[in-house]
Structures are given as structure tokens and as C-alpha cells.
């Protein structure tokens, strides 16, 4: 009897000990928040978000890594977060931020200008580490200085107005994530793994794995003992990889997962047949909200015949954003008329790209975009071009994470093939993607948002594509930009007239017209080719949650994978 | 009385006679018959449907998407219309030439694969039962290491890795993992057989290996190649649908793997559009069914004690 007892206490101290960290305890589904993630986690056992890799979108950055501040896309202000404030000198070359009091590290230790100058200090002396947001801060930020512990001043190497909301307002997708410098002084930030990892939210990491990440959440958060915050309701969020439309569909529709990523029109109308709890930021079609990264065909000005301006512009003749919008994205979404994303603050640039006389068309002229082709030597013979015994044909590479994308390339490649150019599409996973072909530009065409950037202002889209990022083929760009290695006469000019934007103060009258001088190099030489406007159709379970960003209750953009997934976060109530 | 004797020795007769035709033409088995009638009906419509219908309907944005078939309507309550008499997928293509140009491609890749395949089996178990020794070694251990191999596993990390592939890349691709086993076995015939009176006396009147092995044993082991040729076009298939189904197939190609993958990947079960998924679902169960009656058909050929006489 004993000895059975003494055996049985001694296997659960076994089972015990290997299941490791802190045992996970049962928590009711009602008090859990199950997100979806739309892919796999490469190296779970790796939080460095300087390195390449799904080291934030799980979790990471929505629960545990909170930003200083947070760009509210309804206002356009930017909401103070870990900061309290910021102060720019006259011309726009100091930044002085405010850091907010009480804020502690999960483990106790107080968060204060120490680990902001060190985290900035680590990005600018590293050149090893290569996420999108440490590459711009080493390109901006000449110094950082602790002026007192909830103090901190950057010095920029050239003016920039938009410094603040570029590296630590979430503007689009993340923002430079401060680290705790006792516990990352002593590492190398190349290769330091930071496990178990440590944030200032109000979650810690539970446990992780290549399909999902558990937070559950610490009762201790300093946002509910300073008055900041009240605790948010969840007890436990989960991002889950669904692996699909087909099953993150199921998985919404039967309640097992809260927010679903993106799905086609066609599957929220059955998800909602089945589940009338299930929302979108719409409440009718088309559903879906304007994402800020519009579509384009993002070409490489190095590989002939794409080295040719006239090539580039003749398939820019030949594609049908209609075509691509009623057939790939189910007509929930309008075509691109311009590189900007159609979004209200940004309609004086687009305005006036359009009145210089380079909006794109929504039809295709492909007997124009063929012209070009005739003119530079090409010869249609039976079904494709050819020039010195070799046929005209270009390899697409395109990310085989979501079907929009996927499909899109489809129809353009058969586009390119109707109008004789032997296009064929080559799908490749999200990480190979990302991480090899778009950054060392091992491609020829790809499909991608690159120009990403500008939400009400056109220099951080227009600053993407200028002669000083651009690098050889197989060297990585900084902070994937100008991957097209675009650098011809149009792209000197037109870098030119955008450096001599980046100091300007936002709001200038001066603007628009230099936008529109840009532009028309950039028309002439087509680095990319601008396709749709990017929606997102997010389905939302409320039966267990409510609290939602709907166009109706919009405190800000329903995206819940970026940084700013902390607010949708802190809106959540549970249902009655 | 003397009548009744007569037509009972006729009736006899008719039996026996019908009987001895059965002996006398086994190709004439009804599985046989039934099983090449579905495979020619979907070759069939692949030659037909080329010309009738037409076959750029297979290709992204050919007509609205997601129609449903005649007589059927879509979740939106949009009927099917004579425009496409199978509907249309979510990227609007055509259902039906999806059919025509994809059941043909699948088969092809089928009996390219196998035919290669087989061809290096034949070459090789030959070569092992009757020359022997060294060479026997050598293949043996070769096809039993190979056979020890997942194809699958091989194939998607390869075809990962190469991207965009066409038919008769990916039939030769399988073929390198369907020859091993009809090597083992034509191996284990050509040992029996080399011991058999004809072949000794083919020796011992001075024919040439390469004779004997290809002009007197070979035609004897005709049906039970074909019926092995068979089988190993239904491996092939399965294995080329199941890399089109994990999306590895050829990418502008239609096939009816990659059509169902597709129509997974796109949420048609949820939205009820069970034409996409179905129909090729069910051309493929036909040609299975199609694959294996022509299997159990030729056993009853060679094998006459399978006949139901």
C-alpha cells in the first residue's frame, strides 16, 4: 500500500518535472481569447524580434511587448502607450520622449530611459540584426542620451517630422519593441534566443509551440496598480495556426477560434449562415476593411528584359485590375489609381498624382502594353513573343500563404499569357518568401506591398524606392526596400525630389506638387507595378466576446497580429 | 421421347460450346471489358470535350465564379446556367473543362509514370534472374533499399525545392519510385522460368540472352505485365494526386488533384460548393474503379482458375 502510494506521488514529481515551466491550468473557454495565427511558428523557442521569423505576430507583441505609443487610425493621433509624450526641436532633428511612471518588467524590475537607450543602442551599433524597424532606426537616429530615468532624447541624422510615429507608433504592423536591458546586456543581440522571454503587458508566455502560443495573463501587470488600465478580461489568449480558409472557417463558425485572418467573401457569407454571432468590420458587404498596404507587382530592374523601363510599363498596360478585383478578390475591393493606399488623409497626394496625368487605368490596354514589347524587338511568334530564338517569359514568385494572393498572380499570369508573354506563377512558402527570395531580390516579378508605408503623409511610401537602399542582387535590402534594385535616371531624379521631401514639415503646401514631380519618374520607370487596394475581411466570434473594432465601434483598426492588438485586447468584454 | 433426347444433348452441346469459347478467348472477361469502357469513356471525353466544348475555359477569370451547375443553385441563390453546365470554381473557371483537359492530364501522368517504370523493371528483373551472380546483387540490394523509401516524402521535398513543374516532369519524377517492385517480381518469374524445358533448349541451340530473354520469355509473362503495368498505373495516379492535393503539382496545368487542393484551400466545403470538389472527386474514383477491374480482369486471364466457369 505504501509502496504504492510512494510510487505513484514519485511518478507525478517525474510528470511534473518534465512537463517543465509552471503546469497550465485549466481555464474556462469563456475566459479565453482564441486568435488566429496564419502561420507556422519557425522557432518557437526563439523570441529575438531583431532576427527573421514569427518572433512577434503570435502573441509576442499583442500581449507581452507593449509599444510607447499607438498610431489611432480614426483620429490620426498617436496614443500614448509606454510613453507619455514626445517634444520635437524646431526642426524636427531632437525628439524628446517621456516614459511613462510605474512601469515594471513581468519580473518585478522597473521599465525607465535605461532600456530604451540600450535597446536603440544595441540596434545602432549591430549590424547583424535585420528586422525592418532596427534597419530604420540605425538609419535615422545618430545618437540616444538618458536625460533622466523617465527621460529620453534621440538626435537624428537628417530632419524628420515623422520620426515618432515611424519607429515607435505602430504605424503599420510593428514598432520598435524596447528590451530589458538586465536581461539582454551580456548577449549578443545576433543570436541571443531571449527564452523564456519577459514584456511589460499584461500576459506572459505559458507555452509555445510551431502551431501555437499560450498567454495567460499576470494578475500583477503595473497598468492596473498605476491607474493606467483596468486588467483586461481575458485570463488566457491563445493564437492558434488554423492552416487554411477551409478550417479557420470551420473553426470560427463551431466557436473554437474568436478572430479569424482574412477569408474571401464567399466564405464569410457561409460562416455567417452557419453562426449569426460571427461579425465583420462591416456589417454588409463588402465586409472587409481597407488594409493601409495596398497590392502591387514588384518587379526586378536588374534581370533583363525587366531592366528595360518600357518592358516593365508594357505589362503594367497589360494587367486589368478589374479583372483582378472581381475574379481574385470577389469584388471587395477597388483598384489602385495610384501607389497610395485610398485612404481620406492621403487623397491630396493622390489627387495630385491624378491631375499630372498618371492615374492608372482599371482596364487593361494590352495592344498598347504589346506596342511597347514590338517596339523594343520582340516578335510575336504563335503564342509568344520571341527575340533571338528566346521566348518572353517571366517567373511570378508569390507568397502561397492566402489564396488572395495566390489566385491575384493567377489571373495576371493569365493576363501576361493572352497578351503572348509566357508568365507562369512559382508559389513558395511564407517564410522561404519573406525571408530569401523578396530581401536578396532572387526573383524576377513578385507579389508583394513593399510600398507600404504612407497613411497621411507620401514620404514613407515615396522613401522606399530610392537609389540610396538600393544593394546587389543577393545582398539584403535594408528594410526591404527598393528591392527592385531600381536605379536608373528616372529613379536618381526622382530620389532626389523625395530626399528634399524628407525634412518637410507635414502639412506643407509644398508637397503635392513635388508628390506629382516624383511621380512622374516613377511612372516613366515603373520599379512596381501598383495593382489593387488591399482589403481585409476579419471575421469576429461574439459569443464569447464582445468588444470588437467594427466600422461602428472603430477606436482603431481591427488587425489584431500588429503591436497594436494590445487595444483590442483591453476593449474585450466577455458575453453575457 | 426421341425428340427430347435430341434437345437435351443440344442444349448440352450449346453449353459446352459457349464453355469451350470461354477457354478459348479469356480476353473476352467481362471486368476486363467494363474496366477499359471507363478508362476509354474518360479518355473519351478528353478527346471529345476538345472538340466540343472549349478547353480555354480552364484557365483563371474565364467566366463569373462560383456558379453552380444546371439545375443547382449557388449559397448566394444564383441558378447554374448552359454557360457552364458544371459551374464554375472560385476563380471562375470552368468546371467542366476542367474535366476534359484535367481527368486526361491525371491519367496520362498515370500511365507515363508507370510505362517508365515498368520498362526499367522489366530491363532490370530480367537482367537479375537470368544473368545472376554479381548483377543480381546489385539490382536486388538497389530495389530493396529504394523500396525501404517513402515516395511521397521524397517527391514534396523535391518538388518544394523545385518549384513549378510540368506532366512529364513529375511522371518521371514518380517513375523513379515505381520500378523496384515489379523488378522483385519479374525477378522471382525469370528465376522459375529459366529452369523450363523451352529455355534450356533455347540455350542449348546457341540463342543469345538478350534473345531468350526478350523473344521467349517475355511473350509468356505478357498478361501478368499487364496486369503488374496496371497496378502500378494506379500507384502512380495516387501518388501524383497526392502531391497535386498538397498543391506541388504543376502550377497552370489542369489536373484533378490540383483542383480539389484548390478548392480545399478556398473554403468550398463551408460554402457548400460541392460541385468543385465532387465531380473531380468522383472522376477520380472512377478511374480507380475503372483501374482495378481491368487488375482483376486480367488475373482471370492469367490465371485460369479464377474463371467462373
Known amino acids: 500500500m505504501t509502496k504504492t502510494t510512494k510510487l505513484l506521488l514519485s511518478s507525478a514529481a517525474v510528470a511534473l518535472a518534465v512537463t517543465g515551466m509552471a503546469p497550465a491550468q485549466e481555464v474556462a473557454r469563456e475566459d479565453t481569447v482564441i486568435f488566429d495565427l496564419d502561420r507556422t511558428i519557425r522557432d518557437p523557442e526563439n523570441f529575438n524580434w531583431f532576427t527573421p521569423g514569427t518572433k512577434r505576430m503570435h502573441g509576442a507583441h499583442q500581449t507581452m511587448w507593449e509599444p510607447l505609443f499607438i498610431l489611432n487610425y480614426n483620429t490620426g493621433e498617436v496614443d500614448p502607450w509606454l510613453a507619455t509624450g514626445f517634444e520635437a526641436n524646431a526642426d524636427s532633428t531632437e525628439f524628446t520622449v517621456t516614459l511613462r511612471d510605474g512601469v515594471t518588467w513581468s519580473d518585478g524590475e522597473a521599465f525607465n530611459a535605461d532600456d530604451v537607450v540600450f535597446t536603440v543602442d544595441m540596434a545602432l551599433t549591430n549590424e547583424e540584426i535585420s528586422s525592418r524597424e532596427a534597419a530604420t532606426i540605425r538609419a535615422q537616429v545618430a545618437s540616444v542620451e538618458k536625460v533622466d530615468d523617465l527621460t529620453v532624447r534621440f538626435t537624428l541624422n537628417a530632419a524628420n517630422p515623422r520620426f515618432i510615429v515611424e519607429n515607435f507608433g505602430v504605424r503599420i504592423f510593428g514598432s520598435f519593441l524596447i528590451m530589458p536591458e538586465h536581461i539582454w546586456a551580456d548577449e549578443n543581440p545576433a543570436t541571443f534566443a531571449f527564452y523564456p522571454p519577459i514584456g511589460t503587458g499584461p500576459y506572459t508566455l505559458t507555452s509555445v509551440a510551431t502551431n501555437r502560443a499560450i498567454w495567460d495573463r499576470n494578475d500583477d501587470w503595473w497598468g492596473a496598480e498605476t491607474g493606467f488600465m483596468d486588467l483586461p478580461e481575458p485570463q488566457r489568449v491563445v493564437f492558434l495556426e488554423s492552416g487554411g480558409e477551409e478550417s479557420r472557417a470551420q473553426l470560427i463558425a463551431t466557436n473554437q477560434m474568436d478572430a479569424a485572418q482574412n477569408v474571401s467573401v464567399g466564405t464569410f457569407e457561409a460562416i455567417q449562415a452557419q453562426n449569426s454571432d460571427v461579425i465583420a468590420w462591416f456589417p454588409d458587404y463588402p465586409y472587409a476593411a481597407a488594409d493601409p498596404c495596398a497590392r502591387q507587382l514588384e518587379i526586378n530592374t536588374t534581370i533583363a528584359p525587366w531592366d528595360s523601363a518600357n518592358m516593365r510599363r508594357a505589362v503594367a498596360h497589360i494587367i486589368d485590375r478589374n479583372q483582378i478585383v472581381n475574379v481574385a478578390i470577389d469584388g471587395a475591393t477597388t483598384p489602385s489609381r495610384t501607389m497610395f493606399t485610398e485612404y481620406g488623409s492621403m487623397s491630396p497626394f493622390i489627387d495630385a498624382v491624378i491631375e499630372a496625368g498618371y492615374e492608372l487605368p482599371a482596364r487593361a490596354d494590352a495592344e498598347a502594353g504589346q506596342a511597347l514589347i514590338e517596339a523594343e524587338g520582340w516578335v510575336r511568334n504563335g503564342d509568344y513573343y520571341e527575340k533571338d530564338g528566346e521566348t518572353l517569359s517571366v517567373a511570378i514568385h508569390v507568397n502561397s500563404a492566402s489564396t488572395e494572393y495566390t489566385r491575384t498572380i493567377d489571373v495576371i499570369v493569365e493576363q501576361l499569357q493572352r497578351a503572348g508573354i509566357d508568365a507562369r506563377a512559382v508559389p513558395v512558402e511564407n517564410g522561404v518568401f519573406w525571408g530569401e527570395v523578396l530581401p536578396f531580390g532572387t526573383y524576377e516579378m513578385s507579389y508583394s506591398w513593399l510600398a507600404c508605408g504612407s497613411v497621411n503623409e507620401p514620404w514613407a511610401s515615396m522613401g522606399r524606392y530610392t537609389v540610396a537602399d538600393v544593394v546587389p542582387v543577393g545582398e539584403r535590402s535594408p528594410g526591404f526596400n527598393n528591392t527592385s534594385r531600381w536605379n536608373d535616371e528616372n529613379a536618381v531624379a526622382y530620389s532626389e525630389i523625395v530626399a528634399s521631401m524628407a525634412d518637410m514639415a507635414l502639412g506643407d503646401p509644398a508637397i503635392p506638387g513635388m508628390v506629382a514631380e516624383a511621380y512622374g519618374h516613377l511612372d516613366a520607370g515603373m520599379p512596381f507595378i501598383p495593382l489593387v487596394q488591399s482589403a481585409k475581411l476579419l471575421p469576429f466570434n461574439t459569443t464569447y466576446w464582445e468588444g470588437w473594432p467594427t466600422s461602428e465601434n472603430y477606436y482603431n483598426h481591427p488587425f489584431f497580429w500588429w503591436n497594436s492588438g494590445h487595444q483590442i485586447i483591453h476593449n474585450l468584454t466577455r458575453a453575457e | ?309
Open chain 2, 1 to 309: 421421347m426421341a425428340d427430347q433426347t435430341v434437345t437435351q444433348s443440344e442444349e448440352v452441346t450449346a453449353k459446352q460450346i459457349r464453355r469451350m469459347k470461354r477457354f478459348d478467348n479469356p480476353w473476352r472477361n467481362p471486368k476486363l471489358i467494363w474496366g477499359a469502357g471507363i478508362l476509354l469513356g474518360i479518355v473519351a471525353i478528353g478527346i471529345l470535350g476538345r472538340i466540343f466544348w472549349d478547353p480555354d475555359l480552364v484557365f483563371t477569370g474565364s467566366g463569373m465564379t462560383r456558379q453552380a451547375p444546371v439545375g443547382f443553385e449557388n449559397l448566394r441563390g444564383q441558378a447554374g446556367t448552359w454557360a457552364h453546365p458544371l459551374g464554375t470554381d472560385g476563380a471562375g473557371r470552368d468546371v467542366l473543362a476542367l474535366l476534359i483537359i484535367g481527368a486526361p492530364n491525371s491519367l496520362f501522368v498515370g500511365v507515363l509514370a508507370s510505362l517508365i517504370g515498368m520498362s526499367i523493371g522489366i530491363f532490370l528483373g530480367f537482367s537479375a534472374g537470368f544473368i545472376r551472380g554479381r548483377t543480381d546483387d546489385v539490382i536486388r540490394v538497389l530495389s530493396d533499399v529504394m523500396i525501404t523509401i517513402p515516395p511521397l516524402l521524397i517527391l514534396v521535398v523535391f518538388q518544394a525545392a523545385y518549384g513549378d513543374i510540368n506532366l512529364t516532369m513529375m511522371a518521371i519524377l514518380i517513375a523513379a519510385f515505381v520500378w523496384q517492385s515489379p523488378t522483385r517480381l519479374i525477378r522471382a518469374q525469370v528465376l522459375s522460368m529459366r529452369e523450363s524445358g523451352y529455355v534450356q533448349m533455347a540455350r542449348l541451340s546457341g540463342a543469345s540472352t538478350m534473345h531468350i530473354m526478350f523473344r521467349e520469355m517475355l511473350p509468356n509473362l505478357v498478361p501478368y505485365l499487364f496486369g503488374s503495368f496496371i497496378a502500378n498505373v494506379t500507384t502512380s495516379i495516387v501518388t501524383a494526386v497526392g502531391l497535386e492535393v498538397l498543391g506541388l503539382g504543376p502550377q497552370r496545368i489542369p489536373t484533378l488533384g490540383r483542383t480539389i487542393y484548390e478548392a480545399i484551400n478556398s473554403g468550398a466545403l463551408i460554402q457548400n460548393l460541392w460541385w468543385w470538389w465532387g465531380i473531380p472527386t468522383i472522376l477520380l474514383a472512377l478511374m480507380f474503379i475503372g483501374l482495378l477491374l481491368i487488375n482483376l480482369g486480367l488475373d482471370e486471364v492469367s490465371n485460369p482458375r479464377l474463371r467462373k466457369l
